[in-house]
């Protein structure tokens, strides 16, 4: 039975609403029980609400968490917006020069972690609405350090939530590739992930694969973190990883369309710059 798409914006909306409180609540667990072990002052996110000019307009929340054990800092971040795009950006985006007004719902994370050793991770889904509709978004992972296994073991279970889902990994991976280019530098953000944008074709079929990536990040992130969580690390080791962070700094304020979007549809300036890194260094 075919559904109204005022129904798709509301189960979209509730479902990225719910990701963003199980994100938060697994990575806070991470956090309470590694700063236990070594029994140090436990980070808690803190939750901030944010509305558009215009209240009816929406607007969303996010969490952060600062200088935990696990976590240098994380953002979680939701919000369900709708508007009139600009009149200069609108045709960057599909369905907006016949109508203007658009509708928007998603979720966003980015993790730096403490330990140079842990990769940074980032994850967003998204539905959108103009006078066309569909999902969009990914996952991708920014070491400091090379790791061939943890490389394999991202990519080998993006491709199994990619393959369940009769999507095409290889299609998403090059998207990913391609996107996550620091084009200044000549070279890729990190190892890659998944990317994907447009899908409009099968409504319920998208809606369940968009579900099943945002719980796949979980449990990837959880892997990586418990994987390495104990492993002792050197100040050099840090110090590749804040170099690292200012080339994460430099492609999300030049490159990433996620910041543009928030910036051109009067979103919150916290919640959209969360994903920059507490601290980092350029050589």
Aim: proline share 2%; with cysteine.
């Amino acid at each position: 039975m075919k559904i109204s798409q005022e129904i798709e914006k509301k189960l979209t909306g509730q479902w990225f609403a719910f990701l963003q409180e199980k994100i938060v609540e697994e990575f806070q667990n991470l956090e309470i029980e590694f700063s236990k072990k070594k029994k140090n002052k436990i980070s808690y996110f803190k939750k901030k609400f944010w509305e558009k000019k215009d209240p009816k307009d929406g607007g969303g929340q996010y969490y952060i968490l600062r200088n935990g054990q696990i976590f240098d800092k994380v953002g979680v971040n939701h919000s369900t917006v709708e508007g009139m795009f600009q009149q200069n950006y609108k045709s960057n985006i599909p369905g907006a020069k016949k109508n203007q007004t658009y509708w928007a719902s998603g979720v966003s994370v980015v993790a730096h972690m403490k330990n140079p050793k842990i990769p940074a991770v980032h994850f967003n889904t998204r539905f959108v609405v103009t006078s066309k509709k569909w999902f969009g978004g990914g996952m991708d992972v920014t070491p400091s350090l090379k790791d061939l296994n943890e490389k394999k073991l991202v990519h080998k279970n993006l491709k199994l939530v990619c393959n369940n889902n009769k999507k095409s990994y290889k299609n998403y991976k090059k998207w990913c590739d391609n996107y996550f280019l620091i084009k200044h530098r000549g070279e890729t953000r990190g190892i890659g992930g998944i990317f994907f944008d447009y899908l409009n074709k099968d409504w319920e079929k998208n809606f369940k694969f968009v579900r099943d990536v945002g719980i796949s990040f979980i449990d990837i992130t959880k892997m990586l973190i418990q994987k390495k969580r104990f492993l002792k690390w050197t100040k050099k080791q840090k110090q590749n990883q804040l170099v690292k962070r200012g080339k994460y700094v430099e492609f999300n304020l030049l490159y990433d369309r996620g910041t543009k979007f928030g910036l051109n549809t009067g979103g919150n300036i916290d919640a959209i710059f969360m994903s920059l890194p507490p601290d980092a260094k350029w050589k």
